[in-house]
Structure formats: structure tokens, C-alpha cells
């Protein structure tokens, strides 16, 4: 590389999963010396990066045409530019392998989601040989979290416990892209928690493809739960959230120690894709509607205050208009805080993909529009039942849309709740990071609004490191992003089987 700067520009569609790889992906090209495009000041910023990574989902139909969109976008400037380089990685990578570069010959680098770390490598390959390189591994072999991540927040981070996952659910096609589980040592996820609350964050979301079968490579069913609990040892740590669980593994003792472990939120992201017990057998979902429910029951039991949210399918291959009922009796009886809908769609290399039975896409989309109007109606009933209560938002830059026009500041509630609060005339404005008390005025379908601050009522600002850690981020040029940090060890099987009873042990 000439000494003149070289800017580099991640672009990331899907899961939480591809946000935090998209992390590490620019910790290792910032390693490797590029700078983020997004940093430089807008009067010395070229129009395209010098390279331009896709980090690609492949779990809705859409995915292939939206990577090729942006590929075909990008042409031009790669004409112009014959040095610039555009590198795509991800699942849809792993999927479609060296389909990419036939249908895009103009994409140098294409590698997989168990890889990420030989980007930089490849990129020099590609530049050296004038010839894209394609890399793509069967497996895991080098855990992510060894690599070094640039995070998007300075008060909170992902941590990934595992990456894979064990079942086999005929609409989902990420166990062949991702693998089978592979589960982090304890030890070494606490080290990373407490790496990263020295660095001033005060919120950590546990990552995993099914993180609550977070254990089954060193045999301890228990192992999530006492990870939580560890969790809730960690001095200055604030906030604990994970994602996803999978309902059919879902145990008691999880839920126990959610409400015995104050760090971790009253908020649970609980998939439920149906309520028809067909559906969910023809899924391979290996639960049944009431066996969900008494899941939500007994979370409700030791956590009253909970939020739960969920995923939903619309449309599975032979759901009928009983099924979807079914589905509209569990989202009744859930009384879910908000949940993310989807119309099923064909995924090529999915059991679900050749089903008979295959319902009319208009047939989908009506059950979708009512499924919609059912959980805006749970969504803003369960919201209006917050009015009058006080909360305690994280403050988070930019999370409202419409926060200059209503002079409003957003953040999440304990309950992952978003929350638009008003600042009170003369009063200490919060930073991002900072913990703001006030009392819900009005339960949107979608929201909370907190105005009491300008209506005599509470209004209290607690600061905190991870506004300390924003703040220090502010005079430093570039994007307001933290530091590049070191990547941590390791992956394998533990030399112990089970992780210490004792909550603040780290083995």
C-alpha cells in the first residue's frame, strides 16, 4: 500500500450475529492500516471506499437480489478505479460460494462466515495476483472473538458465547452456512465482559445462534444459567441481555436466574414462528404451543415486569386458516411487547423449499395485514399499562427518528422498551450512556413517551462510565467509535466440564 490513506466501508445486512462480525471486520482492516470512510470528514472523503465489504444474510428470499443490487451499483466505480477493491463475506457468501464472482467477475475477495478473519490476506492476495480469491471453510476453526473488533458503541457490546447451531428447522437454512454449535469457554467470556467494562461499557448482549443449549459441547445442560448468574458478578457491569433462545430447550433454572441476577433485563426475545402444533411439527420446531406457553407463564410468575417479544412466520407451507388461527390465539394469549413478523418465503436448500402445499402469496399476505393488526392492539394495550410508571432509560444517540423535531432524547428502558423523554427547560442534558429516571406519560403501540420532565413530574439524570467512555470519544477525529480492541482466546473443549456453582467464580 502507497502512503496516501486507504478507507475502507462495511456494509451489513441481517442478524445481530453479521453486526458484530461486521465489528471484527473492521477491527482487522483498521489492523491492517484502512481507515473508515465514514470518519473522515465529509470535504475529504472520496465517494466510494477503497474497499467495500458486504457482510451478507442469506435467510430471506430477497437477500441474493438486494447483494447483486449493490454490486451492480458499485460497477462504475470499480471501472474507474481498477485498484478498488469490493470483498463479500457472510452467509450468502458461504451459500453461493464462486456463484458470486460469475454473476460479479468485478468482486476480488469472496470468503465465508467461519473465515472472516483471512480478509485481510485475501484482499492482498487478490491484489497481488490480479484474480479474485474465493476461500470459503467447512467449519469453524478459529473462534471470532480472537480477532480484533471495532465496536459501534463505546457503553455497549455484543458477546458471542457460541456460534452454530444443533437443530435442524426445515425453514432455516443458517445451521449449513453457520455449523454445528461450537460453545466458548466460561472463563474466557467473562474475561471478555470484564475486558470491555474496563473499557466503560455498561451493557453486554450475549450472542449465540440458540444461546440457551450454550453448554452442550462440554456437557453441562446447566451452563447458561450459571453464565448469567457469573454475569451478575461482574463489578460495574449494568445490563445483561442474550439472543435468541430456542423455546424447546428453554429450562427453569434460565429463568431463575433472570430474576435473581439484578444485571440481567427483564426483556426475553422467545421465537415462536406458530402457534399451530402442525406448523411447528412440519418446522421441526420440537415444541408445541403449550409447552411455549408455559414457558411465557412461568417467566411472568418470576418476572412480572417482562417484556417478551417474539419471531412469527406467516405462510409455511400447508398452514391453513385453523393453523393461523392458532397463531392469532398464542400472540393473544403472549401478550407480547412487540414481535417481528415475517411471510415465509422459499430459501433454495431447505426441507421447507420442495413441501407440497405451497400457500398463494395473497393468501399469505392478508393473514400477514391481520397478524400485524392483532399484535399492534396486544403491543399498544400492554403499553398503555406502562403510563404513570417510572423507568430507567439507557440514553442511546439517535434511536428517535423524530427526537429534533419534538426536542425529545431516546433510549431503552430495563425492559429493552424504546422510550422518547423530554429534557426539562435549565436541566442536565444525559449523555449516550447515561441512565435518565422518568415517568411514562403515554403508551405508544411502538413506544414509550416520557414527558414527565416537562410536566412537574420525575426527572433524574445518573451519569455513568459508559457516558464517561461516549464523551471521551467526542474531540477524537473520526466516526465517535471506540478503539480498535484485541481479539481474546480461544475455542475447544474445556479441560473441566462444568463451569463453578459458584456465581462469581471464572474457571
Known amino acids: 500500500m502507497d502512503t496516501a490513506v486507504k478507507t475502507y466501508d462495511v456494509r451489513t445486512h441481517g442478524c445481530q450475529m453479521n453486526v458484530h462480525d461486521s465489528e471484527r471486520l473492521s477491527g482487522l482492516l483498521e489492523t491492517a492500516g484502512y481507515v473508515e470512510l465514514a470518519s473522515l470528514p465529509e470535504g475529504q472523503r472520496p465517494d466510494t471506499a477503497d474497499v467495500v465489504v458486504f457482510n451478507t444474510c442469506a435467510v430471506r428470499e430477497n437477500a441474493a437480489n438486494k447483494l447483486y443490487g449493490n454490486l451492480g451499483q458499485l460497477r462504475p466505480a470499480k471501472q474507474k478505479n481498477p485498484d478498488m477493491q469490493i470483498a463479500v463475506g457472510g452467509c450468502l457468501a458461504q451459500k453461493d460460494r464462486s456463484t458470486i464472482v460469475s454473476r460479479a467477475p468485478w468482486v476480488d475477495v469472496v470468503f465465508g ?74 472463563g474466557e467470556i467473562l474475561a471478555e465482559i470484564e475486558a470491555l467494562v474496563a473499557q466503560g461499557v455498561v451493557e453486554i448482549t450475549l450472542l449465540g445462534q440458540n444461546v440457551n443449549t450454550y453448554g452442550v459441547e462440554f456437557g453441562d445442560r446447566l451452563a447458561f444459567g450459571k453464565l448469567l448468574r457469573a454475569c451478575g458478578e461482574v463489578e460495574g457491569l449494568e445490563r445483561v441481555r442474550f439472543t435468541s433462545p430456542h423455546p424447546a430447550a428453554f429450562t427453569d433454572d434460565v429463568i431463575t436466574a433472570m430474576a435473581e441476577t439484578p444485571n440481567v433485563m427483564p426483556s426475553l426475545h422467545m421465537p415462536l414462528q406458530s402457534g399451530s402444533d402442525k406448523v411447528l411439527k412440519d418446522m421441526r420446531r420440537s415444541y408445541r404451543s403449550s409447552k411455549f406457553l408455559r414457558i411465557i407463564d412461568a417467566v411472568r410468575e418470576q418476572i412480572p415486569e417482562a417484556a417478551i417479544t417474539t419471531d412469527i412466520i406467516v405462510g409455511f407451507p400447508g398452514e391453513t386458516e385453523e393453523d393461523f388461527q392458532g397463531t392469532l390465539d398464542v400472540v393473544r394469549a403472549s401478550r407480547f411487547s412487540s414481535a417481528f413478523t415475517f411471510q415465509y418465503s422459499i430459501r433454495p436448500g431447505t426441507p421447507a423449499a420442495d413441501m407440497d402445499h405451497q400457500v398463494p402469496k395473497k393468501v399469505v399476505q392478508e393473514r400477514f395485514d391481520r397478524l400485524i393488526a392483532v399484535q399492534e392492539e396486544v403491543s399498544w394495550a400492554e403499553n398503555r399499562t406502562l403510563e404513570g410508571r417510572q423507568v430507567e432509560v439507557l440514553v442511546a444517540p439517535g434511536e428517535g427518528r423524530k427526537d429534533a423535531e419534538t426536542n425529545r432524547m431516546s433510549g431503552r428502558a430495563r425492559d429493552n422498551r424504546l422510550v422518547h423523554f423530554a429534557v426539562p427547560e435549565g436541566a442536565e442534558v444525559p449523555r449516550p450512556g447515561d441512565m435518565v429516571t422518568v415517568e411514562v406519560t403515554y403508551g405508544a403501540p411502538h413506544h414509550l413517551v416520557a414527558d414527565s420532565g416537562v410536566q412537574g413530574g420525575p426527572y433524574a439524570v445518573r451519569r455513568t462510565r459508559g457516558g464517561d467512555a461516549w464523551e471521551a470519544l467526542q474531540d477524537r477525529p473520526g466516526s465517535g467509535r471506540p478503539a480498535v480492541s484485541l481479539g481474546l482466546p480461544g475455542v475447544g473443549q474445556p479441560p473441566a466440564p462444568t463451569i463453578s456453582t459458584a456465581p462469581c467464580a471464572v474457571p
Not at 459501534?152 to 425453514?171: L, P, Q
Open 113 to 186: 462466515t467461519h473465515n472472516i478473519g483471512s480478509l485481510p490476506a485475501l484482499l492482498d492476495r487478490a491484489r497481488h495476483n490480479k484474480a479474485a480469491e474465493v476461500e470459503i471453510l467447512e467449519s469453524l476453526e478459529v473462534f471470532p472473538s480472537t480477532l480484533p473488533t471495532r465496536r459501534d458503541s463505546a457503553y455497549s457490546a455484543w458477546v458471542s458465547i457460541s456460534v452454530g447451531c444443533n437443530n435442524t428447522c426445515t425453514f432455516c437454512i443458517v445451521p449449513s452456512l453457520r455449523g454445528k454449535e461450537k460453545d466458548r469457554r466460561p
